[in-house]
C-alpha cells in the first residue's frame, strides 16, 4: 500500500526559503514512478506545481513556480523534497506529495507532469505553507 506524509511546512515571511519533505512508504520511489507536488489555496483547485521522473530525475515545473521551486528525489531514503525559494503571500496553500498509481519504464518530467493531471494521484496528508508580507 502507498503511504505519503509530508512535513516542513510552516509561516514563513515574504522572501524566505522552505524545504517540503514526503517521505514514501517501502518500494513507492522505483525508477518507473511518477512523484509530484501539488498545492491547494482557500477557495481555489488543487494546482500541480512539479513533477519528477525517479528514472532519470528528469522534472517539470508549472509556470507559476519555475525558477523559484525546485523538486529532488532520493530513492534511497525514500524521499521527495520541493525546495521552495522566494516565497511569495500567493505561495500559501496546502501542499500535496503525490504518486502516480500506475508505473512507466518510459516516463519523462514533463510527462509525469502530464500523468499526474490526468490520472488520480495517490495523495498524502499535506502540510500547510503560510507566507506574510
Known amino acids: 500500500q502507498v503511504r505519503l506524509v509530508e512535513s516542513g511546512g510552516g509561516s514563513v515571511q515574504a522572501g524566505f526559503s522552505l524545504q517540503l519533505s514526503c517521505e514514501a512508504s517501502?518500494?513507492?520511489?522505483?525508477?518507473?514512478?511518477?512523484m509530484g507536488w501539488f498545492r491547494q489555496a482557500p477557495g481555489r483547485e488543487r494546482e500541480e506545481v512539479a513533477a519528477?521522473?525517479?528514472?532519470?530525475?528528469?522534472?517539470h515545473y508549472s509556470d507559476s513556480v519555475k525558477g523559484r521551486f525546485t523538486i529532488s528525489a532520493d530513492s534511497a531514503k525514500r524521499m521527495v523534497y520541493l525546495q521552495i525559494d522566494s516565497l511569495k503571500p500567493e505561495d500559501t496553500a496546502m501542499y500535496y506529495c503525490?504518486?502516480?498509481?500506475?508505473?512507466?519504464?518510459?516516463?519523462?518530467?514533463?510527462?509525469?507532469?502530464?500523468?499526474?493531471?490526468?490520472?488520480?494521484?495517490?495523495w498524502g496528508q499535506g502540510t500547510q505553507v503560510t507566507v506574510s508580507s
Open positions: 519528477i521522473f525517479i528514472g532519470d530525475g528528469s522534472t
Open positions: 517501502a518500494y513507492v520511489l522505483s525508477s518507473d514512478r511518477c
Open positions: 503525490a504518486a502516480a498509481p500506475n508505473l512507466s519504464f518510459r516516463d519523462s518530467g514533463p510527462s509525469c507532469y502530464t500523468r499526474l493531471s490526468d490520472e488520480t494521484p495517490i
